[in-house]
């Protein structure tokens, strides 16, 4: 096969190797059967980082690694290659591969004018669902990358050519030492009204179907640029920096992504003294960033503008994005490097850009006058992007804001993006990635001061890997004191955001907070009334957030359902204990839990694999039996509602000493499972059916004799179109103990059974007529249905017909002989059969010589006046 490939290359395509001719054109001629592109793959090993002994001039935890990079052959293979498989140092001294792939966060003229500053993402070689963002320039090599569910840092150590590996939560606040000056976000008129939706009306996330690319214009005052080495490719590198950490936030949770206009060095200014700036956040005041930046650019050639500056501040308009007001954003800080102001700062303020207002609840520090009451779904500083995460003094949840946004920021932003401003501009793709399917689970009631589990489940149609975040999403006053954020006050938030996780299931609050009867800012208990609503945000890495709702009414009462034996001086042996707890009135309605299970933790209840009862009543009193080899003094006992989400945990660690098997137990019977056969099958009774005291584990079961039924071992065999219900009376043993005699319900599920149809044998006269044959008359139904004649399969020269519950024949006029024909019964309940009937009609008589006949016998008449018939029925012939 001849081949012939034609490639034409355009300057206007964005071609992003750099070719300056205005076409070219390739022919490749293959004597294959097919063509294939080949793909270079260079690695970077563990060889090219160098682990250092710790540098006692470095603040280091203990979970920190610092090293040394060849960049120059690093470099060498990044820009030279395809893709790079790269091996990154952990925090914990191991290494970990990604495969980096360049990316493009410089518009392409940019990045050729820059060719030294290169940008990537990846994904993890063995883990495709880690996703990271990379780049390397003159001033070093920068990565953020997933790892175990954690976000690894890697940053250059400034000052030196050193290297800092650490995770996200050990991320040093900066700006902690100086004020923070914070706003909230600039209304303006002509975009207030579509701001202002409620957020029931806010477009759902999972209706995101396309990927957006915003050109950011960023502007930089000289402080700025002499931070960070006072020329424009060193601030450039800095700002490419901070758009790739940035961009790998917004394209998880919102399928966007942020690329500096082609002029973006040109709008960083190198002279403090010469800029139209002042370096705060009075820079946003009037068209000054505007201005700045339309000065060399086209306000047609960028979406979205922002200014960096050196004083501590943000600001930005609110849903400004493709308006004439879309430079109104400004982030400033003393340390304008590192995730404490990429993440809490840049992606805050740009979120207010794109629609998003302020999450928090609180009223101390920063966070007063700051609230946004439509938007308040975290309690105290709020702990997400949008929230004010430490810089709100006695309420801050955390030093710094996790690398994600709240639900209902995300809901904010696609509003905007998708069906408001935000969608008059950027270039836009088609998502071929789908969105998970998602299932908060049913509604329950549960009773107030009481720990629960929320489950819930998600699909997803790519088999992408899931990641899960159950919020609370309900409003309510602000909070002025952890004081306040400790109490239930009938409305608003009483559960903080955590990190999304691999498991779709969150336990309220906390079980290290369970487990020492404590709780800590931004976690408490429902002691109220009230109604508590999530929603379940399902993440697939690839741009979709898709959520679904569900609702917990709490119940009040004077106590909460907890157990209160044993408790941290209880001593249990092998042998027989009571569990004690009070049940809140569970058992009754609304909360309607009449039955629990109890379990038991030998780990301090990090987990509880060992069941000690199962189903019993929830009366508040339980007799359980230890009967295993268990010696712990780290020994906890839980009480839970099967059918429902709520649960109790004992007080405090406690001993158990097991001394030997106690003596045989004599089984006694409490419950069993429901059981039931259809009619006419048969059931085998499994001891796993039967629950016993102390959820003993019996040998074996008997089965004694009763009525209608028959037995084959533990097999019970019903009577034959028996229905109904059955007791059968049984017996258990347990290392040679019997125990007494308990009975056992079955149930038999009736199943309609076919009517019985006999044929029938018929005698009629030559040239019969309407002759009426009652063939239901010996037809019956076991289960006593009526019976119908539903059809007649007739091939003779006669008629018959149906008439009510018998057939009318009528013979063939010149017809003498015998013939048959078939009709089905219905018994009105889908059973049905069919029955034949022999028809013998006689012969003609012939005519008397003698002119004088006799007078005719008297004959019986078998159809009610018709045609006279002799009729003889049977019982099939």
Same mark, same amino acid.
């Given at each position: 096969?001849?081949?012939?490939?034609?490639?034409?290359?355009?300057?206007?395509?964005?071609?992003?190797?750099?070719?300056?001719?205005?076409? *070219?054109?390739?022919?490749?001629?293959? &004597?294959?059967?097919?063509?294939?592109?080949?793909?270079?793959?260079?690695?970077?090993?563990?060889?090219?980082?160098?682990?250092?002994?710790?540098?006692?001039?470095?603040? *280091?935890?203990?979970?920190?690694?610092?090293?040394?990079?060849?960049? @120059?052959?690093?470099?060498?293979?990044?820009?030279?290659?395809?893709?790079?498989?790269?091996?990154?140092?952990?925090?914990?001294?191991?290494?970990?591969?990604?495969?980096?792939?360049?990316?493009?966060?410089?518009?392409?003229?940019?990045?050729?004018?820059?060719?030294?500053?290169?940008?990537?993402?990846?994904?993890?070689?063995?883990?495709?669902?880690?996703?990271?963002?990379?780049?390397?320039?003159?001033?070093?090599?920068?990565?953020?990358?997933?790892?175990?569910?954690?976000?690894?840092?890697?940053?250059?150590?400034?000052?030196?050519?050193?290297?800092?590996?650490?995770?996200?939560?050990?991320?040093?606040?900066?700006?902690?030492?100086?004020?923070?000056?914070?706003?909230?976000?600039?209304?303006?008129?002509?975009? !207030?009204?579509?701001?202002?939706?409620?957020?029931?009306?806010?477009?759902?996330?999972?209706?995101?179907?396309?990927?957006?690319?915003?050109?950011?214009?960023?502007?930089?005052?000289?402080?700025?640029?002499?931070?960070?080495?006072?020329?424009?490719? *060193?601030?450039?590198?800095? &700002?490419?920096?901070?758009?790739?950490?940035?961009?790998?936030?917004?394209?998880?949770?919102?399928?966007?992504?942020?690329?500096?206009?082609?002029?973006?060095?040109? *709008?960083?200014?190198?002279?403090?003294?010469?800029?139209?700036?002042?370096?705060?956040?009075?820079?946003?005041?009037?068209?000054?960033?505007?201005?700045?930046?339309?000065?060399?650019?086209?306000?047609?050639?960028?979406?979205?503008?922002?200014?960096?500056?050196?004083?501590?501040?943000?600001?930005?308009?609110?849903?400004?994005?493709?308006?004439?007001?879309?430079?109104?954003?400004?982030?400033?800080?003393?340390?304008?490097?590192?995730?404490?102001?990429?993440?809490?700062?840049?992606?805050?303020?740009?979120?207010?850009?794109?629609?998003?207002?302020?999450?928090?609840?609180?009223?101390?520090?920063?966070?007063?006058?700051?609230?946004?009451?439509?938007?308040?779904?975290?309690?105290?500083?709020?702990?997400?992007?949008?929230?004010?995460?430490?810089?709100?003094?006695?309420?801050?949840?955390?030093?710094?804001?996790?690398?994600?946004?709240?639900?209902?920021?995300?809901?904010?932003?696609?509003?905007?993006?998708?069906?408001?401003?935000?969608?008059?501009?950027?270039?836009?793709?088609? &998502?071929?990635?789908?969105?998970?399917?998602?299932?908060?689970?049913?509604?329950?009631?549960?009773?107030?001061?009481?720990?629960?589990?929320?489950?819930?489940?998600?699909?997803?149609?790519?088999?992408?890997?899931?990641?899960?975040?159950?919020?609370?999403?309900?409003?309510?006053?602000?909070?002025?004191?952890?004081?306040?954020?400790?109490?239930?006050?009938?409305?608003? +938030?009483?559960?903080?955001?955590?990190?999304?996780?691999?498991?779709?299931?969150?336990?309220?609050?906390?079980?290290?907070?369970?487990?020492?009867? !404590?709780?800590?800012?931004?976690?408490?208990?429902?002691?109220?009334?009230?109604?508590?609503?999530?929603?379940?945000?399902?993440?697939?890495?690839?741009?979709?957030?898709?959520?679904?709702?569900?609702?917990?009414?709490?119940?009040?009462?004077?106590?909460?359902?907890?157990?209160?034996?044993?408790?941290?001086?209880?001593?249990?042996? !092998?042998?027989?204990?009571?569990?004690?707890?009070?049940?809140?009135?569970?058992?009754?309605?609304?909360?309607? /839990?009449?039955?629990?299970?109890?379990?038991?933790?030998?780990?301090?209840?990090?987990?509880?694999?060992?069941?000690?009862?199962?189903?019993?009543?929830?009366?508040?009193?339980?007799?359980?039996?230890?009967?295993?080899?268990?010696?712990?003094?780290?020994?906890?006992?839980?009480?839970?509602?099967?059918?429902?989400?709520?649960?109790?945990?004992?007080?405090?660690?406690?001993?158990?000493?097991?001394?030997?098997?106690?003596?045989?137990?004599?089984?006694?019977?409490? @419950?069993?499972?429901?059981?039931?056969?259809?009619?006419?099958?048969?059931?085998?009774?499994?001891?796993?059916?039967?629950?016993?005291?102390?959820?003993?584990?019996?040998?074996?079961?008997?089965?004694?004799?009763?009525?209608?039924?028959?037995?084959?071992?533990?097999?019970?065999?019903?009577?034959?179109?028996?229905?109904?219900?059955?007791?059968?009376?049984?017996?258990?043993?347990?290392?040679?103990?019997?125990?007494?005699?308990?009975?056992?319900?079955?149930?038999?599920?009736?199943?309609?059974?076919?009517?019985?149809?006999?044929?029938?044998?018929?005698?009629?006269?030559?040239?019969?007529?309407?002759?009426?044959?009652?063939?239901?008359?010996?037809?019956?139904?076991?289960?006593?249905?009526?019976?119908?004649?539903?059809?007649?399969?007739?091939?003779?020269?006669?008629?018959?017909?149906?008439?009510?519950? @018998?057939?009318?024949?009528?013979?063939?006029?010149?017809?003498?002989?015998?013939?048959?024909?078939?009709?089905?019964?219905?018994?009105?309940?889908?059973?049905?059969?069919?029955?034949?009937?022999?028809?013998?009609?006689?012969?003609?008589?012939?005519?008397? +010589?003698?002119?004088?006949?006799?007078?005719?016998?008297?004959?019986?008449?078998?159809?009610?006046?018709?045609?006279?018939?002799?009729?003889?029925? /049977?019982?099939?012939?």
């Amino acid at each position: 096969m001849l081949v012939v490939v034609w490639l034409n290359y355009d300057r206007n395509d964005n071609n992003p190797t750099g070719l300056t001719m205005n076409k *070219l054109s390739l022919m490749c001629l293959f &004597l294959i059967l097919t063509c294939q592109s080949a793909i270079a793959v260079h690695s970077i090993g563990q060889t090219h980082w160098t682990l250092l002994e710790q540098n006692p001039q470095i603040n *280091l935890k203990s979970t920190e690694q610092i090293l040394t990079l060849d960049e @120059s052959s690093v470099q060498a293979l990044l820009a030279t290659s395809d893709f790079v498989d790269m091996a990154l140092p952990l925090p914990s001294g191991q290494f970990v591969t990604y495969r980096l792939k360049p990316s493009q966060v410089m518009a392409p003229e940019l990045a050729r004018k820059y060719p030294q500053i290169m940008t990537f993402h990846g994904s993890q070689i063995d883990r495709p669902d880690n996703l990271g963002s990379f780049d390397l320039s003159q001033k070093g090599f920068f990565g953020m990358f997933e790892h175990d569910g954690k976000t690894v840092y890697i940053d250059p150590v400034k000052g030196t050519k050193q290297y800092r590996s650490y995770y996200f939560t050990h991320a040093m606040k900066q700006a902690n030492s100086v004020k923070i000056k914070r706003h909230p976000p600039i209304r303006f008129a002509e975009l !207030s009204e579509a701001l202002e939706k409620r957020p029931g009306d806010l477009m759902q996330t999972s209706q995101i179907s396309e990927r957006i690319v915003y050109r950011l214009a960023v502007t930089a005052t000289g402080e700025y640029t002499a931070y960070h080495g006072g020329t424009r490719a *060193l601030a450039l590198a800095a &700002l490419v920096t901070m758009v790739n950490r940035v961009n790998q936030v917004y394209a998880r949770d919102l399928g966007i992504t942020f690329q500096l206009v082609a002029n973006n060095d040109q *709008l960083i200014f190198i002279d403090a003294a010469t800029d139209p700036f002042t370096n705060s956040d009075q820079d946003i005041d009037g068209d000054t960033i505007t201005d700045a930046i339309e000065a060399v650019i086209s306000a047609s050639d960028y979406d979205i503008g922002h200014l960096v500056v050196t004083e501590g501040g943000g600001v930005a308009g609110l849903g400004v994005v493709c308006t004439s007001q879309k430079a109104a954003g400004l982030t400033g800080s003393p340390v304008p490097e590192s995730d404490a102001f990429y993440i809490d700062y840049v992606a805050h303020e740009i979120g207010h850009q794109l629609g998003a207002e302020h999450t928090f609840n609180g009223l101390v520090g920063a966070c007063q006058g700051n609230r946004s009451g439509l938007s308040a779904f975290e309690p105290a500083s709020g702990s997400t992007i949008m929230g004010y995460t430490g810089i709100c003094g006695t309420q801050d949840l955390q030093k710094n804001s996790d690398p994600f946004f709240h639900l209902h920021s995300i809901d904010q932003m696609v509003e905007v993006t998708r069906q408001g401003v935000g969608n008059t501009c950027g270039s836009r793709t088609g &998502l071929t990635n789908q969105s998970p399917v998602v299932d908060a689970g049913s509604d329950y009631f549960i009773p107030a001061r009481t720990p629960f589990t929320l489950t819930g489940s998600a699909t997803d149609p790519d088999s992408d890997t899931l990641t899960f975040s159950w919020q609370q999403f309900d409003l309510g006053t602000a909070t002025s004191s952890p004081d306040q954020d400790a109490i239930d006050r009938g409305t608003g +938030p009483l559960f903080r955001v955590f990190d999304p996780t691999s498991e779709p299931v969150r336990t309220f609050p906390r079980l290290i907070d369970i487990l020492t009867n !404590s709780t800590v800012l931004g976690e408490t208990y429902a002691t109220t009334n009230r109604t508590l609503s999530f929603r379940l945000a399902v993440r697939d890495g690839q741009g979709h957030v898709a959520s679904d709702a569900m609702q917990v009414t709490v119940v009040n009462s004077t106590n909460g359902f907890r157990v209160t034996q044993p408790d941290s001086s209880s001593q249990w042996d !092998s042998a027989t204990h009571s569990v004690i707890w009070d049940t809140a009135n569970t058992q009754n309605a609304p909360v309607s /839990c009449s039955r629990v299970s109890i379990s038991l933790s030998t780990d301090g209840g990090a987990s509880f694999p060992t069941s000690l009862a199962n189903g019993v009543d929830n009366d508040g009193q339980q007799d359980v039996l230890i009967t295993s080899a268990i010696s712990t003094n780290q020994a906890r006992v839980k009480v839970h509602c099967p059918d429902n989400i709520f649960f109790a945990i004992n007080s405090g660690n406690f001993t158990i000493n097991f001394d030997g098997p106690a003596e045989p137990i004599i089984p006694v019977y409490q @419950s069993q499972d429901p059981l039931s056969v259809n009619e006419d099958e048969r059931l085998m009774v499994k001891k796993e059916d039967l629950t016993f005291a102390f959820d003993l584990a019996i040998d074996s079961i008997t089965l004694m004799a009763g009525d209608n039924y028959t037995l084959d071992g533990t097999t019970v065999i019903p009577d034959e179109h028996f229905n109904g219900s059955l007791v059968v009376p049984a017996t258990a043993t347990k290392d040679n103990q019997i125990s007494e005699q308990f009975n056992i319900t079955i149930t038999v599920v009736a199943v309609n059974d076919e009517p019985t149809v006999l044929n029938d044998r018929v005698e009629v006269a030559f040239q019969a007529s309407q002759v009426v044959l009652p063939v239901l008359s010996n037809d019956s139904d076991v289960d006593g249905d009526i019976l119908s004649i539903s059809s007649v399969d007739y091939q003779g020269d006669g008629t018959v017909t149906i008439a009510s519950a @018998s057939l009318v024949y009528t013979a063939g006029s010149t017809f003498s002989g015998t013939e048959t024909f078939s009709y089905t019964v219905s018994d009105g309940n889908g059973g049905s059969a069919s029955g034949e009937v022999e028809v013998t009609v006689a012969a003609p008589v012939e005519p008397d +010589p003698e002119p004088n006949p006799l007078p005719e016998p008297p004959v019986q008449s078998l159809n009610d006046g018709g045609q006279e018939a002799h009729y003889l029925l /049977c019982c099939g012939f």
